[in-house]
């Protein structure tokens, strides 16, 4: 027993450490600007002794200047043969990677991706040897966002099944609550950079174990999985690989965008399957009880801002916080629309008689109606989220007695920055789920 426990240790620290995500993104075609020189703990450097137990850096504490960690501000700018950006720094073996860089028409020079307004980190500049992996793990990274969520739920909601949208929702927001609150309590930092590159730097305030974008990138997908097999006709093999593809994509991003090492991406998969095994004998009951009960507006609105309390107990602030209050706020606005709904009748769902449900035949206007929906839709939902910012933060603002004249610095205010998010996606939620629709009958849309 204690050789086991022993090699697992050793596992886990193997998989920890920062040196395998940066053999990982050399391997893909990312190659940082570092100085040509040794690394230490106090500047910055990895700890191989003692993978992920380190203590997080604050974020405030770096200057602007020297970036997030892909190498010291005082690197001098990437040279360019004949148009083609080239990286001078010595390779492993002690030649020039000049002469390959140049031969290279692929090489082109980046910068950090989703920068954060509210934190300020804005990355040094980086190398892509490989477009292809570039864009494909960017576009993997993507389906774990807010801007991917806007489109992807109202679209299942509005155009394909509104049933499947609404668990679907109540397994992300609790899926996301439940990972953000871990973060918070095992408190591990980001991979260490150098030698990791950030490739992404949006996330890199937060606390890193489990990956939450792991933890959504693997519920999502298996959750409609569970949801859509037998309610909707398609091969159990179909579902089963593009759910695994999704799943995958999404993991392997993180690591490739640096924001994670490997044991956090195998605890966020795992983690998110022990969730979706928690919910799946009681979904349907808490879809049910959220439209049908007599107190449930009370229930969804204790339950979704009392656990956002407990959980945020952070040492500094962090988007984490955030990002948990967001997710609940719009899983109560939605779970409050589909009450109203039901209440109204207003949205019903197909009865058990027409399962399992098949796709319409492919035409014109069917197309044309689906993406009329979408696009109105979503164009509404992204107003009512910038009119509900623009109105909310000044208020509590005011009512709080911080000044209003610096957006950011307030919104790291917790009294601000809980109930603003509360309140905006809420409101964000509850128009998807209940006010669009509504729209729809009156454009003759529905």
């Known amino acids: ?31 940082g600007t570092f100085p040509d020189k040794s690394t230490t ?33 005082g690197d001098g700018p990437i040279p360019q043969v004949n148009g083609t950006l080239v990286d001078d720094t010595a390779e492993p073996d002690g030649s020039s990677s000049s002469s390959s860089a140049a031969a290279d028409s692929e090489t082109t020079i980046a910068k950090p991706l989703r920068r954060n307004s509210l934190t300020g980190d804005t990355g040094q500049e980086f190398l892509i040897h490989n ?65 990791v590159v950030k490739v992404e730097v949006f996330y890199n305030s937060e606390y890193s ?27 159990f093999l179909l579902g089963f690989c593009v759910a695994l593809s999704w799943s995958v994509l999404v993991c392997v991003s993180r690591v490739y965008m640096g924001m994670h090492s490997v044991l956090e991406v195998i605890s966020g998969f795992l983690y998110a399957l022990l969730v979706l095994a928690f919910f799946q004998p009681i979904l349907g009951k808490i879809d049910n009880y959220y439209m049908m009960g007599h107190y449930a507006p009370l229930v969804i609105v204790l339950s979704h801002v009392s656990f956002g309390l407990v959980a945020f107990s952070l040492d500094s602030w962090s988007t984490s916080r955030g990002d948990t209050a967001q997710a609940l706020g719009t899983g109560a606005g939605a779970a409050l629309a589909s009450h109203v709904n039901y209440q109204l009748g207003m949205l019903l769902d197909p009865p058990l008689s027409s399962l399992p449900l098949t796709l319409p035949s492919l035409s014109i206007s069917l197309v044309l109606r689906s993406l009329l929906r979408f696009f109105i839709g979503v164009a509404v939902i992204l107003v009512t989220r ?61």
Not at 144 to 153: C, D, L, P
């Open 209 to 235: 174990m489990p990956s939450t974008h792991a933890m959504t990138g693997t519920a999502l997908p298996f959750c409609l999985f569970m949801l859509t097999y037998g309610r909707w006709q398609y091969p």
């Open 1 to 31: 027993m204690a050789n086991f426990v022993k090699t697992f240790v050793q596992i886990c620290n193997y998989l920890q450490d920062p040196q395998l995500v940066a053999r990982f993104q050399n391997f893909c075609g990312v190659k």
């Open 41 to 73: 703990p106090d500047s910055g450097g990895s700890e191989p002794d003692r993978p992920g137990l380190r203590k997080r850096v604050q974020q405030s504490a770096q200057s602007s200047d020297a970036g997030v960690g892909n190498g010291a501000a």
């Open 131 to 195: 477009k292809f992996l570039f864009y494909l793990f960017t576009f993997g990274t993507e389906l774990g966002n807010e801007m991917f969520f806007i489109a992807f739920f109202p679209f299942l909601f509005w155009n394909i099944d509104a049933l499947v949208s609404r668990r679907l929702i109540v397994v992300w927001a609790w899926n996301l609550f439940v990972g953000q609150s871990t973060k918070d309590m095992i408190r591990w930092s980001r991979p260490a950079s150098p030698p």
């Open 386 to 446: 910038m009119v509900m910012k623009a109105l909310t933060i000044p208020f509590l603002c005011r009512l709080f007695g911080l000044p209003t004249d610096d957006v950011r610095r307030a919104r790291q205010h917790m009294k601000v920055e809980l109930p603003y998010r509360y309140i905006v996606y809420s409101v964000v939620g509850f128009s998807c789920v209940c006010f669009v629709p509504l729209l729809f009958r009156v454009l003759a849309l529905a």
